[in-house]
Each structure stands twice: as C-alpha cells, then as structure tokens.
C-alpha cells in the first residue's frame, strides 16, 4: 500500500501548485488527501490488465468509411 503523506509533503505539494496555504489549511486538508491517496491506491489493486476494454479508440489509425458505412 502507499505510503501516507506527511504534512511536510503536503506543503511542498502546495507551494509546487502555487498554493499558500496556512499550517491550519494544510493540517485540515491531510487526512483528506491521505484518505483518497490510499482509495486510489485500492481502486488500483483492484483493476488487472484483462479488466481494460478490448476496443480502443487509436487518433492515428486511419480509416476510410465509404458511402455504405464500411
């Protein structure tokens, strides 16, 4: 599992984002921000490659459709 963010790399996160935000901003917003770090982390676990959709849709293939739709 990811490791938990620390306040500390919350507020370097912020000041990279160009946010300045208090130390009580930053210490209200962690939980939050550990909490949906590690629900990505499970959603990722829980997605395997054969879970992906078999179609995909590829700008650069190019197909020429005719008047019959094929």
Not at 8 to 18: N, S, T, V, Y
């Amino acid at each position: 599992m990811s490791q938990e963010i620390s306040i500390d790399g919350l507020r370097k996160m912020a000041e990279r984002a160009g946010l300045e935000l208090s130390e009580d901003e930053l210490r209200r917003l962690l939980p939050g921000v550990n909490r949906s770090k590690k629900q990505a982390a499970e959603l990722r676990e829980l997605i395997a490659a054969a879970d992906e959709p078999a179609a995909t849709f590829d700008l650069t293939t190019k197909h020429k459709i005719n008047a019959h739709g094929t």
